[in-house]
């Protein structure tokens, strides 16, 4: 298994240009998420998926969007690049959640994403 | 929502010597606590976690301590070693919520030979 697989590693936008960055996991988990990472900050929320063809609103949500069309599958769109979204970006994923509590979050290597 | 703190923000440790990083969170029904650590230029990685019908976890030379009635949780590193060099995330989350993961603002971690 790879796990969760994250592309681009980097990239530099302009000020107003759009991208998308890709997450793919293998592991047949149901539910999938998407933090940034500050310096010197933790991991804050963006969106997350609790299956295919359902997303919700995380913690900072503003300026991006999210599709989940497929199990594996969890894409992140930047539609009008800013410089307050220069950050790394980690997609996770994890299986399911019981009465016990959540299941494992494995993460992607990261995106480092600066806009200029 | 829930509130989650780390601290220390840094720590440096002799080699051999023990490291404990303190984390509290302010939700009551917060019941899965993760901690991960982060390497230089890659994504954060599982190292150990506690559910909230266990007060204490071992793996080896890292354990993790719960107290739920003082909501705070600790992971403590004995024998410490160079490539244990790398920040550290604390983590709680509710079984209502759908697996988010509130996390700590991290801790990073020098161990000196």
């Known amino acids: 298994n790879a796990g969760v697989t994250q592309t681009p590693k980097f990239r530099i936008l302009k000020i107003g240009q759009s991208m998308t960055l890709q997450c793919t996991q293998d592991m047949n988990h149901n539910y999938m998420y998407w933090y940034r990472q500050d310096p010197g900050m933790g991991l804050k929320l963006i969106y997350y998926s609790v299956g295919a063809g359902i997303t919700d609103k995380g913690e900072v949500p503003n300026g991006y969007n999210v599709s989940r069309s497929t199990t594996e599958d969890f894409p992140l769109r930047l539609e009008l690049a800013a410089p307050s979204q220069t950050s790394v970006y980690f997609c996770a994923s994890s299986y399911l959640i019981s009465a016990g509590g959540p299941d494992t979050q494995y993460f992607g290597p990261g995106t480092r994403l600066t806009v200029l | 929502g829930e509130n989650v703190e780390q601290h220390p923000s840094t720590l440096s440790v002799q080699e051999g010597d023990s490291a404990v990083i303190k984390c509290t969170y302010s939700?009551?029904?917060?019941?899965?606590f993760p901690w991960y650590k982060q390497e230089l230029g890659k994504g954060p990685q599982l190292i150990i976690d506690?559910?909230?019908?266990?007060g204490e976890k071992k793996d080896q030379r890292i354990a993790v301590t719960l107290n739920k009635t003082a909501k705070h949780f600790s992971l403590h590193i004995t024998e410490t070693q160079p490539e244990d060099s790398a920040v550290y995330f604390c983590?709680?989350?509710?079984?209502?919520?759908?697996?988010?993961?509130?996390f700590g603002a991290g801790t990073q971690v020098v161990v000196t030979p």
């Open positions: 506690i559910r909230s019908n266990v």
């Open positions: 939700d009551s029904a917060s019941n899965y």
């Open positions: 983590a709680a989350s509710t079984s209502d919520s759908w697996g988010k993961l509130q």
